[in-house]
């Protein structure tokens, strides 16, 4: 439930592993979205949250931390611009104050500051937050480490459909004691799910895949430009039976990496060192927005200790972990290709 003070009303979450965070804002739309966006984690109000977070069109200057967050940045995407400012880096709570409108900056909000800022977060409670697919098999998960436009999220929604369990497309928690917990967040569909997933397609409502043809429609008159996705919890594309799997054992790992030639590349084993080495470095591009943002009194080097200890996990959580790599080519329909993925790391068939 949103509780108010004044004209801000605010959401809680508390994630896995205990990192909490709150939203205050006087727009329904950015309750909103987080509230989906995060719906599983909801709680009553904490005492303290890990990540303050005021949006809105004039979130900094009347939020009561205004005098912390006087340094704001003034980002921009295209044709859109928001203002960002970040205090506290590494105190225990850190702040947020961010201004702009729209679904489009709102979406930004999440993707460039917050789950960013959570990945420290994590880190400061020994977790890793890592920008990665993962699926699993009885209790057992395979990790799928990657960018962008590799085939996480078709790989996801093609081993639910097949009745197998999914930790999430693009972000999971990583234990150092070698667990992989779901991270609570939307999985993006767009519009040309019904040529690359037919399977899946099929499974949504009627209204998602009206939704969808109308988003199509819209990106094509665009000439591509907006291709907005729908963001949907996994029940809502998969149905209600139980594929979301919270914990599971860390089993293997796969480093996926585009390249130019033809055909799926591999696997070729690599050492627990090069994956860290990657995963970081995923993470680091993920954060590139956050870092041009901070101000000059907290610069990016006063994230190093949260990287450290990241990393630190990371090795306790990869020790004696098969690690391998595939060369992922560059496709326009990714669904035969990451069902030879699925072959070849073993997550096909029963048991």
Same mark, same amino acid.
């Given at each position: 439930?949103? *509780?108010?003070?004044?004209?801000?009303?605010?959401?809680? %979450?508390?994630?896995?592993?205990?990192?909490?965070?709150?939203?205050?804002?006087?727009?329904?739309?950015?309750?909103? /979205?987080?509230?989906?966006? &995060?719906?599983?984690?909801?709680?009553?109000?904490?005492?303290?949250?890990? @990540?303050?977070? %005021? !949006?809105?069109?004039? !979130?900094?200057?009347?939020?009561?931390?205004?005098?912390?967050?006087?340094?704001? &940045?003034?980002?921009?995407?295209?044709?859109?611009?928001?203002?960002?400012?970040?205090?506290?880096?590494?105190?225990?709570?850190? /702040?947020?104050?961010?201004?702009?409108?729209? *679904?489009?900056?709102?979406?930004?909000? *999440?993707?460039? &500051?917050?789950?960013?800022? @959570?990945?420290?977060?994590?880190? !400061?409670?020994?977790?890793?937050?890592? /920008?990665?697919?993962?699926?699993?098999?009885?209790?057992?998960?395979? @990790?799928?480490?990657?960018?962008?436009?590799?085939?996480?999220?078709?790989?996801?929604?093609? /081993?639910?459909?097949?009745? *197998?369990p999914v930790q999430g497309d693009n972000y999971v928690i990583v234990t150092a004691d070698g667990r992989t917990l779901a991270f609570p967040r939307r999985m993006r569909v767009y519009s040309d799910l019904p040529a690359i997933n037919p399977d899946v397609y099929a499974l949504l409502p009627r209204r998602e895949r009206m939704r969808l043809r109308w988003a199509g429609v819209i990106r094509r008159l665009s000439a591509g430009y907006a291709n907005l996705p729908r963001r949907l919890a996994l029940e809502q594309i998969v149905g209600e039976r139980n594929h979301l799997c919270r914990e599971a054992r860390l089993s293997a790992v796969y480093l996926l990496k585009p390249y130019k030639g033809e055909g799926l590349s591999g696997p070729r084993p690599q050492t627990a060192g090069e994956a860290i080495e990657r995963i970081q470095a995923i993470g680091e591009m993920e954060s590139a927005r956050l870092r041009e943002a901070l101000p000059e009194d907290q610069p990016a080097s006063l994230m190093e200790p949260a990287l450290r200890r990241e990393r630190d996990v990371l090795e306790h959580a990869l020790t004696d972990i098969p690690v391998y790599e595939l060369l992922v080519p560059r496709v326009r329909n990714p669904a035969p290709l990451v069902a030879e993925i699925r072959r070849a790391t073993s997550l096909t068939g029963n048991g």
């Amino acid at each position: 439930m949103a *509780q108010t003070t004044g004209s801000l009303r605010r959401r809680a %979450y508390r994630f896995p592993s205990g990192v909490t965070l709150r939203i205050h804002s006087s727009q329904h739309a950015v309750l909103s /979205h987080f509230a989906s966006e &995060y719906t599983s984690a909801a709680i009553e109000e904490p005492d303290a949250a890990d @990540l303050e977070v %005021y !949006a809105g069109k004039t !979130a900094i200057s009347s939020s009561p931390e205004c005098d912390r967050l006087s340094q704001a &940045y003034e980002g921009r995407h295209k044709i859109v611009r928001w203002r960002i400012s970040v205090a506290g880096l590494c105190e225990d709570t850190t /702040h947020v104050g961010f201004e702009g409108s729209g *679904q489009l900056v709102i979406s930004f909000l *999440q993707t460039f &500051y917050v789950e960013p800022l @959570l990945r420290l977060k994590f880190a !400061a409670r020994d977790n890793a937050l890592v /920008h990665a697919a993962s699926l699993a098999k009885g209790d057992l998960s395979v @990790l799928f480490p990657a960018g962008s436009a590799v085939g996480k999220s078709t790989m996801t929604l093609q /081993h639910a459909a097949a009745g *197998q369990p999914v930790q999430g497309d693009n972000y999971v928690i990583v234990t150092a004691d070698g667990r992989t917990l779901a991270f609570p967040r939307r999985m993006r569909v767009y519009s040309d799910l019904p040529a690359i997933n037919p399977d899946v397609y099929a499974l949504l409502p009627r209204r998602e895949r009206m939704r969808l043809r109308w988003a199509g429609v819209i990106r094509r008159l665009s000439a591509g430009y907006a291709n907005l996705p729908r963001r949907l919890a996994l029940e809502q594309i998969v149905g209600e039976r139980n594929h979301l799997c919270r914990e599971a054992r860390l089993s293997a790992v796969y480093l996926l990496k585009p390249y130019k030639g033809e055909g799926l590349s591999g696997p070729r084993p690599q050492t627990a060192g090069e994956a860290i080495e990657r995963i970081q470095a995923i993470g680091e591009m993920e954060s590139a927005r956050l870092r041009e943002a901070l101000p000059e009194d907290q610069p990016a080097s006063l994230m190093e200790p949260a990287l450290r200890r990241e990393r630190d996990v990371l090795e306790h959580a990869l020790t004696d972990i098969p690690v391998y790599e595939l060369l992922v080519p560059r496709v326009r329909n990714p669904a035969p290709l990451v069902a030879e993925i699925r072959r070849a790391t073993s997550l096909t068939g029963n048991g």
